[in-house]
């Protein structure tokens, strides 16, 4: 009787299919366990499956970034009896941390070179009006630590709006190329310090987890700048600094680009791309 029951157990068991679907699949035939056939590319694919799954992105490459910045522009000036036009582009890396997941913060270098022709026009002695032209070419370098809050997404999170706080300093070396700077305030000057703070919207496409392209709208900053003129007179070596500040309202930038009037280095529309590791 238990050979029959033994024998009946095994047949149903023949009958019944397999468990064994795919890759990874176990069958049970007459009480035996038997593995299912890998082939050389099945177990490849498994195998590189398994390293994925048991391998998650480090912490540091979720919160790192770093980045590279360009400000390329036109900027026109005109004052008393004084015209200027000029250009400058300027490269900026940065490398960051994401402390949240609407808060940023990092650093960036940046190195400029401007070319600026004035035209200077003033009253002669016997009457007529003169016009005296100068070409200045500067190179600069600076600092900038920032934090940055996300205001907003929108378009699936795609499109970030954020606010950037940020300090900045460095430094101008001018250089003369043309023209007379007798009267001038480029007369005896050597080099000029920079520093500052601002505060200025900042909009951000995230391409994917590794890539976002970032516009940043200095236009609209609020803040403080500030300028170190540093001189030395050319006959006695005597040297004295000059200083100046500016109360930085996008209001009152805005009625110049109306007007037509640019100030070198506020002016600039920043484009660049972050990047994750």
């Known amino acids: 009787m238990a050979m029959v029951l033994l024998g009946a157990g095994a047949m149903m068991a023949q009958e019944a299919d397999p468990i064994a679907t795919g890759v990874g699949g176990v069958a049970t035939i007459a009480g035996e366990v038997q593995a299912p056939e890998y082939t050389a590319d099945s177990t490849a694919e498994q195998a590189a499956a398994d390293t994925t799954a048991a391998k998650p992105i480090p912490v540091w490459k979720q919160k790192l970034y770093y980045g590279y910045n360009f400000d390329i522009y036109y900027h026109h000036d005109t004052r008393n009896h004084t015209k200027e036009n000029g250009w400058s582009i300027s490269v900026e890396p940065e490398i960051g941390w994401r402390l949240k997941e609407r808060v940023y913060m990092g650093l960036r270098f940046g190195g400029s070179y401007q070319d600026t022709y004035t035209t200077y026009s ?3 002695l016997d009457g007529s009006t003169k016009t005296e032209d100068l070409r200045v ?3 600069s370098w ?5 934090m940055r809050y996300r205001l907003k ?4 999170d795609k499109v970030g709006i954020w606010l950037e706080a940020h300090l900045y300093t460095g430094m101008e070396f001018p250089n003369v190329a043309s023209g007379s700077v007798a009267g001038t305030d480029y007369e005896g000057l050597k080099h000029s310090i920079i520093y500052g703070a601002q505060v200025s919207p900042v909009i951000t496409y ?3 987890r590794k890539k976002s392209f970032q516009i940043f709208f200095s236009i609209l900053s609020l803040g403080y700048s500030g300028t170190t003129f540093c001189y030395e007179d050319s006959l006695t070596g005597a040297r004295h600094n000059e200083y100046t500040n500016d109360v930085i309202v996008f209001s009152g930038k805005l009625r110049n680009l109306i007007a037509n009037q640019f100030t070198p280095g506020l002016y600039g529309l920043k484009i660049g791309v972050q ?3």
């Open 142 to 146: 600076s600092v900038t630590p920032y």
């Open 275 to 277: 990047r994750s590791f």
């Open 122 to 124: 003033y009253e002669a």
């Open 153 to 156: 997404t929108l378009f699936n």
């Open 137 to 139: 070419r500067q190179g």
């Open 206 to 208: 995230q391409f994917n």
